[in-house]
């Protein structure tokens, strides 16, 4: 059986982010396609970054180099000077998706344990039902995915995240399958949980205000394959509530996404009349 993880002092500090000459390609000659352009880019350590583009423009694959669940064709990622890889193998990374992908045969309370065990981490009880309250789940330790709504199951999804105690958090998409109001109330309450405990976050997400209500940092990409187009620091304090100085920075980053929108496709000639 493995041995356990040792403390880690390391987790005291948030790690930055650098990506040197970072660049992913799928296939090739003729099939190749470039998903994401050669990109140089440092992110600071303990604070929470948004990278927004349209649609198949390679966030999710720049975020999946930074989480090393994939390989760069060229270049390379250090997160404070470790590889990805280095990170995931002392439990100090971790990544939640859109689909919360909760285990369900296990309750919340074994869902958000399991994570301490899987990184080889002693059991914490205490812990557990500590982010359990902190997340707003009281009441339902013992419940089974199914029993939950779509914004509980994600709020479980983080405190299994954070049951690690990670240094660096990777969301993609993290309340893109919940409605509209749930998804309001969540971007509220849950980045409080990470902001304040100095951890690093990446966040991928479609949505500008929700990416300027989160971040203190919005990274617009261009369109396939993705390059850096504008870099626009958000100096509020949270939490966030609307004003002219949140509704400026939405529609500065909704402006340079616009800059670099797709063409749209060209229009079809009018189907020739029939005479009858």
């Known amino acids: 059986m493995p041995a356990?993880?040792?403390?880690?002092?390391?987790?005291?500090?948030?790690?930055?982010?650098?990506?040197?000459?970072?660049?992913?390609?799928f296939g090739t000659g003729a099939a190749r396609i470039d998903a994401l352009a050669p990109v140089?880019?440092?992110?600071?350590?303990?604070?929470?970054?948004?990278?927004?583009?349209?649609?198949?423009?390679?966030?999710?694959?720049?975020?999946?180099?930074i989480a090393g669940l994939d390989r760069p064709s060229e270049g390379t990622v250090r997160i404070g000077g470790e590889?990805?890889?280095?990170?995931?193998?002392?439990?100090?990374?971790?990544?939640?998706?859109?689909?919360?992908?909760?285990?369900?045969?296990?309750?919340?309370?074994?869902?958000?344990?399991?994570?301490?065990?899987?990184?080889?981490?002693?059991?914490?009880p205490a812990k557990v039902d500590d982010l359990i309250a902190t997340v707003g789940l009281a009441g339902f330790e013992d419940r089974r995915p199914a029993d939950l709504s779509g914004g509980m199951r994600q709020r479980a999804a983080i405190a299994r995240c954070l049951a690690t105690d990670p240094q660096l958090?990777?969301?993609?998409?993290?309340?893109g399958a919940v409605d509209e109001l749930t998804?309001?109330?969540?971007?509220?309450?849950?980045?409080?949980?990470?902001?304040a405990r100095g951890v690093t976050a990446v966040m991928i997400?479609?949505?500008?205000?929700?990416?300027?209500?989160?971040?203190?940092r919005v990274v617009v990409l261009s369109p396939r394959p993705a390059?850096?187009?504008?870099?626009?620091a958000v100096p509020l304090a949270h939490p966030r509530e609307k004003g002219p100085a949140?509704?400026?920075?939405?529609?500065?980053?909704?402006?340079?996404?616009?800059?670099?929108a797709p063409a749209p496709p060209p229009a079809r000639p009018p189907a020739a009349r029939i005479a009858s």
């Open 183 to 195: 998804r309001a109330r969540l971007n509220q309450e849950l980045p409080a949980l990470w902001q």
């Open 4 to 25: 356990e993880r040792a403390p880690d002092a390391a987790r005291d500090t948030a790690p930055g982010i650098t990506c040197a000459g970072l660049s992913r390609s």
């Open 169 to 175: 958090l990777l969301l993609d998409e993290p309340f």
């Open 227 to 232: 390059r850096v187009v504008a870099d626009i």
């Open 246 to 260: 949140l509704e400026a920075l939405i529609e500065e980053v909704g402006a340079a996404l616009a800059r670099h």
């Open 205 to 216: 997400t479609h949505s500008i205000s929700e990416a300027v209500r989160i971040a203190d």
């Open 83 to 124: 590889t990805p890889l280095e990170m995931r193998r002392r439990a100090a990374l971790a990544v939640a998706f859109q689909d919360a992908a909760l285990l369900p045969w296990r309750s919340v309370r074994g869902n958000i344990a399991l994570a301490r065990k899987l990184a080889r981490m002693r059991p914490d």
């Open 40 to 65: 140089d880019l440092h992110l600071e350590g303990g604070k929470t970054t948004a990278f927004v583009g349209p649609s198949g423009c390679g966030k999710s694959t720049l975020l999946r180099l």
